[in-house]
């Protein structure tokens, strides 16, 4: 077995971990973040129909065209525009899923913007 398909497996299991205790509901839906190499996603997802309520990512286009400094800039904007579509779809209060990376930068960063637009974790 290779490094990276050990390391892909750890986080599947930690996911996996945190998806038994995290669930989104109708007075709460779930926010689950991606994180790639060069981009980061963040969708709101109400659990009990599995639809996704709001979504952002750094391919959105006020984010694309945008000048910033580093990668945890953009994932704080990513969290403020997810905020402002969330309270646009009438949800103020999530549950935060951080997909088994560790709350440590471009996650954290995420979650502070959204916090900052007006999210409830």
């Not at 077995?1 to 299991?13: E, F, P, T």
């Not at 991606?34 to 391919?59: K, P, V």
């Not at 984010?63 to 945890?72: S, T």
Request: net charge positive.
């Amino acid at each position: 077995m290779s490094k990276a398909s050990s390391k892909l497996d750890a986080r599947d299991r930690r996911r996996k971990s945190i998806r038994k205790r995290i669930g989104g509901s109708v007075e709460r839906p779930r926010v689950a973040v991606f994180r790639s190499a060069r981009h980061i996603y963040a969708q709101i997802i109400d659990d009990t129909t599995g639809q996704t309520l709001a979504s952002a990512s750094t391919l959105c286009e006020s984010i694309a065209k945008g000048e910033f400094e580093d990668k945890k800039a953009q994932a704080e904007a990513v969290g403020r525009l997810l905020a402002e579509r969330a309270l646009g779809a009438n949800v103020s209060a999530v549950v935060f899923d951080r997909g088994g990376y560790l709350y440590h930068g471009r996650v954290a960063a995420l979650a502070d913007g959204a916090r900052a637009g007006g999210l409830q974790f």
